[in-house]
Every structure is written in C-alpha cells, then in structure tokens.
C-alpha cells in the first residue's frame, strides 16, 4: 500500500544530541514537509523540499537540518542548537503539480515523539 | 504574517448533536482543507475546497468555502462517539514561495460530553 512512514514513533534524547528522524514515502509525490505540533498549537512548518537536492526554511528551521537526496526520504535532523526539542514531529507529502488542483493537499505520515531529557 | 483564527477551540458533544466550527483569516485563500487528528497520530484529510461559495460533503460532514475567500465551515451532523478528536482547519494563500504553503488553525477539540 502507498503511505508515509515515520519512524521511530517515540524518541527519547539526552540534552545536546542530534537525532534524526526519518519519513519515507511511495506515493511518487514531489513535495515533502515537516512540521513540529506543540499541546494545543496548530502546526509549524520547520522546513520543505519541493524537488530533489533542493529544501527551503519554513518558519521555525532554527536547530534543524534536513536532506532530500532521494525522492522518497526527507529526513530531519534536530539539532543540540535547538533551544526546546520535545514536541510530536509530522511528516507530510503532496502529489506532483500535474496532478491537478490537488496538488495542494497534503498528506500526513503517523508523526514521531521525541522526548528530549 | 497571515493567520488562521478557528474556532471554537474546544467543545462537547453528546451523541446525535450537529456540530460546527470555522475558520477565519485576514487575507484570502485559494484553497482551504480541512484535517482531523487522533490523540498520537497524524491529521488526516477530511475535505479539500478549492472555490469560493464551494459546499462539499464527505458522509455527515460539509464544509463551505466562505465567498469572501477569508472563511470556511465545517459542520458534523448526527456525530457519533469516534467523532472525538481534534480538527484542523489549513488555508493556502494565492501566494508563491513558503507563502503558498498550508498555514494551519490551532484546531478545535471536540470531546465527549461527561
């Protein structure tokens, strides 16, 4: 079946590690984001990749980092300069420009906790 | 930068109520989405709008692409217990760039009436 994978579903981190988390799609879709939801927060988009080797900073990529070498991975990298890692993180994708209006929609994988301590 | 304000932010329902909540914003959209989210998982997409006055349904839910392209509804008729669950609302600007991406409401929690 066609899906978004993330994994692991819970994290747990000492202060001042980088961890990475990974998202892995085989939906054949171009656009690929992350974002990072905090209790009772809508979600914050902290970086995105619309074609291979290329990403852009979201609103929040301060102490992240990611990489999209390949179509159907986008993952993302937390860094120790990032002041208040813990959060529930969410992956998402969306289908090529060709495929119409709904390349605007966007699909999420199950999300991964990290809990930093 | 635009904001999405949904409301209300949280609510109770008892078995068989309609239900409703909505988005606004301070600046138009050209598409509005609307998710829903179980406690530990990812938001799932419920409804896609893409023009202004647009009314869809999927099964006991509708939502409406507001005229003024700053707002959009969503309504639950007849909800049923695994309606619980927290919705987001999420609005792409006719912008390009990082603007043209989802900007997403805080959501509204509905949970069961004790």
């Known amino acids: ?117 | 930068g635009q904001q999405l304000n949904q409301s209300p932010q949280s609510m109770f329902i008892q078995e068989g109520e309609d239900v409703s909540m909505n988005c606004t914003s301070s600046s138009i959209f050209n598409t509005w989405l609307w998710y829903k989210q179980d406690p530990g998982e990812g938001p799932v997409l419920l409804i896609a709008l893409y023009k202004a006055g647009e009314l869809t349904s999927n099964g006991r839910l509708t939502a409406q692409f507001g005229i003024t392209r700053k707002d959009s509804f969503l309504n639950i008729s007849a909800s049923i217990p695994s309606d619980v669950g927290i919705y987001f609302c999420a609005g792409q600007s006719p912008m390009g760039g990082s603007q043209g991406n989802l900007i997403f409401g805080k959501g509204t929690k509905l949970s069961v009436k004790p």
């Open chain 1, 1 to 117: 079946d066609g899906g978004i994978t993330q994994s692991p579903k819970y994290l747990f981190r000492k202060e001042g590690q980088n961890v990475t988390l990974s998202c892995e799609q085989n939906l054949n879709h171009d656009a690929m984001y992350w974002y990072r939801q905090d209790p009772g927060q809508g979600l914050r988009l902290i970086y995105y990749s619309q074609i291979v080797n290329d990403f852009q900073k979201g609103d929040i990529a301060e102490g992240y980092s990611v990489s999209r070498e390949k179509k159907e991975s986008f993952p993302l990298t937390v860094t120790s300069a990032q002041k208040n890692p813990t959060a529930f993180y969410l992956c998402a994708s969306s289908p090529p420009r060709t495929s119409g209006r709904s390349y605007n929609e966007q699909f999420f994988g199950p999300g991964t906790r990290l809990t930093v301590l």
